[in-house]
């Protein structure tokens, strides 16, 4: 895999390359760990996600931006998710 020097999401993975990528703590400053999409005012947007309905949304929306096909997305999702700090057991 890749080294980035960006920061990514510990949830879904983005690389959180500009300071509106980030998500918001409570107390409305950047999360170091967290990007906008899963992390507002301190809280997970969708808390009850599972880590293989996540893998699934964001190999669909990798494919839907022509990022990668959907099934090398997807393989990755279910490589990288389980490594972040939200997922990890």
Same mark, same amino acid.
């Given at each position: =895999?890749?080294?980035?020097?960006?920061?990514?999401?510990?949830?879904?993975?983005?690389? =959180?390359?500009?300071?509106?990528?980030?998500?918001?703590?409570?107390?409305?400053?950047?999360?170091?760990?967290?990007? #906008?999409?899963?992390?507002?005012?301190?809280?997970? #947007?969708?808390?009850? *996600?599972? =880590?293989?309905?996540?893998?699934?949304?964001?190999?669909? $929306?990798?494919?839907? =931006?022509? *990022?990668?096909?959907?099934?090398?997305?997807?393989? %990755?999702?279910?490589? %990288? %998710?389980?490594? %972040?700090?939200?997922?990890? $057991?």
């Amino acid at each position: =895999m890749e080294e980035y020097e960006d920061p990514f999401c510990q949830s879904c993975g983005m690389p =959180m390359r500009n300071p509106g990528d980030h998500g918001t703590e409570e107390d409305g400053s950047p999360s170091e760990d967290y990007c #906008v999409h899963c992390y507002q005012q301190g809280s997970f #947007v969708d808390p009850d *996600i599972t =880590m293989e309905e996540m893998a699934e949304f964001c190999a669909k $929306t990798m494919a839907d =931006m022509n *990022i990668m096909p959907h099934d090398g997305a997807r393989d %990755l999702m279910y490589a %990288l %998710l389980p490594t %972040l700090k939200r997922w990890k $057991t």
